[in-house]
């Protein structure tokens, strides 16, 4: 159980195109989902904590009009990267942690490797 | 703010054999989680073990096993009978207890490599 689906896997594209990364709780309902950025040999850095039918909270340093973040329901989470630069080219991971929080772990997706050439 | 700090950028383990990475944090907290997440080269982040911080009693996981030492706020892992498929990065993650997101402190990580 407990299962988190990003997509897509990879995206390459051009430079000033806006690319979208969805997340999904597959068979849990997740009130908070976690946005992260990964850059190789790195740790995750959290960019920001995504709440249903509220705004999203940024970590400092993030930009919020550039990666807008959209958490519909209750399974669905959506990062938008807007006029993606190759300085945006990275690793990006999303997580869920079910309702209620308590000890329970937060549950990752696959991640998307972000190429802008 | 809590910080999480793994010293061990890199720890080889010869297969069969007993490998221990060191993970230490900050906090004035007395009630959190603690966590190890293990990373292969596929990049999926992988649960291996948890730690809740009132209890006394180590977590074990098959043959993943931590000593919580909460008074020296250390958390280590022990990976016993190393196989090839460990090979991953590792990483600790502190999660307060009174954070209602569930937000998550990560270490840098330590690559473990399995030799055969």
């Known amino acids: 159980g407990a299962v988190v689906s990003q997509h897509p896997s990879r995206v390459i594209c051009k430079s000033g195109t806006s690319v979208k990364i969805e997340c999904r709780s597959l068979?849990?309902?997740?009130?908070?989902m976690f946005w992260y950025r990964q850059f190789p040999k790195q740790s995750l850095m959290l960019m920001a904590t995504s709440n249903e039918g509220s705004k999203a909270t940024y970590e400092q340093g993030v930009e919020k009009d550039k990666f807008l973040i959209n958490h519909a329901s209750l399974t669905l989470s959506t990062l938008t990267v807007t006029s993606a630069h190759p300085e945006d080219s990275s690793f990006y991971i999303c997580s869920a942690a079910l309702v209620g929080g308590g000890n329970q772990p937060q549950h990752f997706g696959d991640g998307t490797r972000l190429s802008i050439l | 703010a809590q910080t999480v700090t793994q010293s061990q950028p890199e720890m080889s383990v010869q297969e069969a054999e007993t490998v221990t990475l060191s993970c230490t944090y900050d906090t004035s907290e007395s009630d959190y989680y603690l966590f190890w997440y293990k990373q292969p080269p596929s990049r999926q982040m992988i649960l291996v073990i948890r730690q809740e911080a009132y209890k006394q009693q180590n977590a074990t996981e098959n043959r993943f096993s931590v000593n919580f030492q909460k008074a020296a706020k250390s958390f280590s892992l022990k990976i016993s009978d190393s196989q090839l498929g460990d090979a991953a990065m590792y990483f600790c993650?502190?999660?307060?207890?009174?954070?209602?997101?569930?937000?998550?402190?990560f270490g840098a990580g330590t690559q473990v490599v399995v030799t055969p």
């Open positions: 068979d849990f309902q997740a009130t908070t």
């Open positions: 993650a502190y999660r307060s207890a009174s954070d209602s997101w569930g937000k998550l402190q």
